[in-house]
C-alpha cells in the first residue's frame, strides 16, 4: 500500500531532550516536507527536500534540522525542544512536475508535547 | 510578501445545501493552486488542482474556479452531506521550487 508513515504518533517530552521524528513513503517521491499546526495558524511549512541531500527552509524553520540521505526517509530532529514547539507535526510527499511538488500525499501526523 | 487568504474561517449549513469557499491569494509568479479537504486529525487530502491556464476544474460535487488575473479561487460544494465536515485548505505554488503556501483554511461544518 503506497502511504506516509511518521513515528512516533505521540510524543511526551521534556524541554531540551533531543527527540527524532522520523517519516518513511514507499512511493519512490523525490519531494518531502514537513509542516506543523497549530490552531488558528493552520499549516506552516518548516523544511522540505526535493531530492537525495537537497533541503531547504520553509516558513519555520528555526529549532528544527532535517536531513536526506536516503530517498524514502525525511526525519526531523529537534535538537532542543522548547514548549512553543508544542504542535502536531505532518510528513508529506510528492512526485516533482514542472520542478516542483505535484500532489501531496500527507502521512498521519505526530502530536508533539513538550513540557 | 507571498500571502495566501481564505475566507469564510468557518462555516456552518444544512445537510443538501450548496456552499462557496474563497481563496485568495498574493503569491507571484503563480505556478498553481492546489485544495486540500483536511478531517479533524487526520493528514490532508488533495481535491484538485488549478494551474495558470485552467479556469474550472471539477471533482464530483466539488468544483473549483480559478481567475489568475484578480489571483482568487473559489471551491463549490454542491449538495453536501455529512461528511463533507472538514477544513478545506488552499495551497498556491510559486516560483521558488518547493515553496508552497497554505492558507489558514476554512472549516465547514454540516447539519443533519
Known amino acids: 500500500e503506497a502511504q506516509v508513515t511518521q513515528n512516533p504518533r505521540y510524543l511526551i517530552t521534556v524541554t531540551g531532550k533531543k527527540l527524532t521524528v522520523t517519516c518513511s513513503q514507499n512511493m519512490n517521491h523525490e519531494y518531502m516536507s514537513w509542516y506543523r499546526q497549530d490552531p488558528g495558524l493552520g499549516l506552516r511549512q518548516i523544511y522540505y527536500?526535493?531530492?537525495?541531500?537537497?533541503?531547504d527552509k520553509g516558513d519555520v524553520p528555526e529549532g528544527y534540522k532535517v536531513s536526506r540521505k536516503e530517498k524514502r526517509n525525511f526525519p526531523l530532529i529537534l535538537e532542543s525542544p522548547s514548549p512553543n514547539q508544542t504542535s502536531l507535526y505532518f510528513c508529506?510527499?510528492?512526485?516533482?512536475?514542472?520542478?516542483?511538488?505535484?500532489?501531496?500525499?500527507f502521512g498521519p501526523g505526530t502530536r508533539l508535547t513538550v513540557l | 510578501k507571498n500571502q495566501v487568504e481564505q475566507s469564510p474561517q468557518s462555516l456552518i449549513i444544512l445537510e443538501g445545501k450548496n456552499c462557496t469557499l474563497q481563496?485568495?491569494?498574493?503569491?507571484?509568479?503563480?505556478?498553481?493552486l492546489r485544495w486540500y479537504k483536511q478531517d479533524t486529525g487526520r493528514g490532508p487530502v488533495s481535491l484538485t488542482i488549478?494551474?495558470?491556464?485552467?479556469n474550472t476544474k471539477s471533482n464530483g460535487r466539488y468544483t473549483a474556479t480559478l481567475d489568475a488575473d484578480t489571483k482568487q479561487s473559489s471551491l463549490h460544494i454542491t449538495a453536501s452531506q455529512l461528511s463533507d465536515s472538514a477544513s478545506y485548505i488552499c495551497?498556491?505554488?510559486?516560483?521558488?521550487?518547493?515553496?508552497?503556501?497554505f492558507g489558514r483554511g476554512t472549516q465547514l461544518t454540516v447539519w443533519p
Open positions: 495551497v498556491v505554488r510559486g516560483s521558488t521550487l518547493g515553496r508552497l503556501y
Open positions: 527536500s526535493m531530492n537525495v541531500e537537497v533541503t
Open positions: 481563496c485568495n491569494y498574493t503569491v507571484s509568479p503563480f505556478s498553481n
Open positions: 508529506a510527499s510528492s512526485f516533482l512536475l514542472a520542478g516542483g511538488p505535484f500532489e501531496q500525499f
Open positions: 488549478m494551474t495558470f491556464s485552467e
